[in-house]
């Protein structure tokens, strides 16, 4: 891999070990100048040459192959994280799955349990007899539907709190008015006898007879007093 610390130390042992030799072959040329030219000279330089070569050719396959693992590591590295990412995705997609089948299998149930439910009801109105109606439930019903729409074979019911007493002559205001003060549950029945109109002011000298009225007050009130002083010259 790249970050081999084997390589690395080689990869600098080789460096340090072509940078000794060249400075050698240096100071060996600058010393044996005088020999330029000899065989011994020309095959050293032609050896040294030869393995500078070598060398480069060495480094050079080094950088291809640290190269290669570097595109190598990279595309592991890619993988890696393609292959968490679709597991991660997969992961949750199957959560979501089991969601929605729990879901639905408790919907399914709870539609189960009410259904069940309706049937049970059903099967209990159609055991049990009907229950009489009640006055209350007569009375909602008759008001509801209004006075032309019961149309039961039953009377109707007598109502909470219309038991009053009846005005005929065993009341004394019948016996004194008559229908004028009939209360406002009675009727008075339609007749044609004449009515003889009453002048008011006789009217009002029966009344005050009888003490249904109060007097009217005496117009002959005295002025009120004149606190002022006399009147101007004229």
């Known amino acids: 891999m790249m970050n081999d610390p ?12 072509y940078a000794d030799y060249r400075a050698q072959f240096e100071h060996w040329k600058e010393t044996n100048k005088g020999s330029v030219g000899t065989e011994a000279y020309n095959q050293y330089v032609s050896q040294f040459e030869q393995w500078e070569k070598e060398v480069t050719a060495r480094k050079a396959q080094t950088r291809k192959v ?20 679709h597991h991660l995705k997969a992961m949750e997609q199957a959560e979501m799955h089991q969601r929605a089948a729990a879901a639905a299998a408790a ?17 209990r109105q159609t055991a049990e007899p ?7 439930d007569l009375f909602l019903r008759t008001m509801m539907e209004g006075s032309g729409g019961y149309h039961g074979d039953q009377p109707l019911p007598q109502l909470w709190g219309n038991s009053r007493a009846p005005y005929d002559g065993r009341d004394p205001l019948y016996a ?27 009217l009002l000298d029966a009344l005050r007879e009888k003490k249904m009225v109060l007097a009217p007050h005496s117009s002959n009130c005295p002025p009120p007093p004149f606190h002022g002083g006399p009147p101007p010259p004229l």
């Not at 406002?184 to 044609?192: L, M, R």
Request: proline content about 6%; overall charge negative; some cysteine.
């Open 6 to 17: 084997t390589k690395k130390v080689s990869e600098e042992e080789l460096e340090k070990q």
């Open 66 to 85: 640290m190269d290669i693992e570097a595109e190598a590591a990279a595309a592991y590295a890619q993988s890696q994280e393609a292959y968490v990412s």
């Open 107 to 123: 919907a399914a149930v709870a539609a189960q349990q009410q259904q069940h439910m309706m049937q049970s009801m059903m099967m």
């Open 130 to 136: 009907a229950a009489p109606i009640s006055e209350r």
């Open 176 to 202: 004194k008015w008559g229908d004028r003060a009939a209360p406002t549950h009675i009727k008075p029945e339609a007749t044609n006898k004449p009515v003889n109109p009453v002048a008011c002011w006789a």
